[in-house]
């Protein structure tokens, strides 16, 4: 019998307002930038023919505007959901890094080090981040098995799960790996209904060269 196989893209949001500025993101709700916007544009013409089933976003601003235009284009709706947020960094939310560095010298170091229990003051670990994006992650695949979902996230968050996909975060001791994502940036995984898991692409950005 042929294997059933889901396909989820996991995309970064387009440059916010934040990002141009250098500020911790978080929980913030800080919208696109111009190039943000050209950025989803040119994001949402590359994917319209890829016969998604369902587009799923965090419901922070800078995610659910760069996902609209591809909904727009498939007349596919955002489901926004807080699970898909990026990690709360707490007293370090909306500083740029380098008076996060100076104001929270201990939160800062941690977030650094990628230390993946450290709950930061105010906000939460990535440990926090892992149980609340996977429960809503694995929810979604079940109920789109065999379609092609796409999810519109964070850097941090994208991390999270393509990790978690892939297998990598269920030792008792976890290694400070980090995938980064860029801006509008694709990471493709297949998953295939025996288990095995094919990584297509990471941070794939080749469609923004125009922008």
């Known amino acids: 019998m042929p294997h059933s196989t889901t396909h989820v893209l996991l995309i970064r949001h387009g440059q916010s307002e934040g990002n141009a ?3 911790f993101g978080g929980h913030t709700a800080t919208p696109l930038s111009p190039r943000g916007r050209r950025q989803a544009q040119a994001t949402a013409r590359a994917l319209q023919s890829e016969e998604l089933t369902a587009i799923y976003s965090s419901d922070l601003t800078r995610a659910v505007e760069t996902a609209q235009p591809l909904a727009n284009l498939t007349g596919l709706t955002v489901n926004a959901t807080t699970a ?8 370090m939310e909306g500083l740029t890094f380098e008076a996060a560095a100076q104001q929270h010298p201990e939160q800062y170091a ?3 080090q990628r230390d993946f229990e450290h709950v930061l003051t105010g906000g939460e670990s990535y440990r926090q981040l892992l149980d609340r994006a996977v429960q809503k992650l694995d929810e979604i695949i079940a109920e789109n098995q065999g379609g092609k979902i796409a999810v519109f996230s964070h850097t941090g968050t994208i ?4 990790l978690h996909l892939m297998g990598a975060l269920d030792a008792p001791e976890l290694k400070p790996v980090w995938i980064s994502s860029a801006n509008c940036g694709v990471t493709r995984i297949e998953l295939r209904d025996d288990g095995f898991v094919r990584v297509l692409n990471v941070n794939d950005t080749r469609h923004l060269s125009g922008t």
């Open 21 to 23: 500025a250098r500020l």
């Open 159 to 162: 991390c999270i799960l393509a």
């Open 84 to 91: 898909f947020r990026e990690r709360s960094v707490g007293v």
């Open 110 to 112: 941690a977030l650094l």
